[in-house]
């Protein structure tokens, strides 16, 4: 597992991008296409157009990180819904079962969204007793 905090966030590039790029072209296509910054510490997944190869960019607070996959058989979850170059926000538990080569990822939202520390100490404050 890549981390292990909620708070790691992960995108999903919605356009297929040629697998070749290595550490520079992801990291231009981050800040072009995606208007993101890819030293943030946010997990960016990208994906080929046959989606059978995978890979993730990942600054760890030394250096730029790429983790990839080629799946053996059948195709990775398709996450880009056209040609519009949005991204898709995941969970790290989502992007695990993409790699697993679940379906579902990117189809339908797999895990709860977060709760905000403001929500949660509403919801104590409303639980304790008087």
Not at 8 to 23: C, E, G, I, L, N
Not at 121 to 126: M, Q, R, Y
Request: with cysteine.
């Amino acid at each position: 597992m890549i981390g292990l905090s909620r708070r790691v966030r992960v995108f999903a590039y919605t356009r297929p991008v040629d697998m070749r790029k290595q550490y520079d072209g992801l990291y231009a296509l981050v800040i072009s296409e995606l208007n993101a910054d890819p030293l943030s510490g946010d997990l960016l997944l990208f994906t080929n157009r046959r989606r059978t190869r995978a890979k993730v960019l990942l600054w760890d607070g030394t250096g730029l990180c790429i983790y990839q996959k080629r799946i053996e058989r059948g195709r990775f979850a398709s996450l880009w819904r056209g040609d519009d170059g949005e991204t898709v926000e995941m969970t790290l538990t989502e992007l695990a079962l993409f790699f697993e080569g679940s379906t579902l990822v990117g189809a339908l939202r797999l895990s709860p969204s977060p709760t905000s520390p403001k929500v949660l100490a509403s919801f104590l404050h409303e639980t304790q007793p008087c």
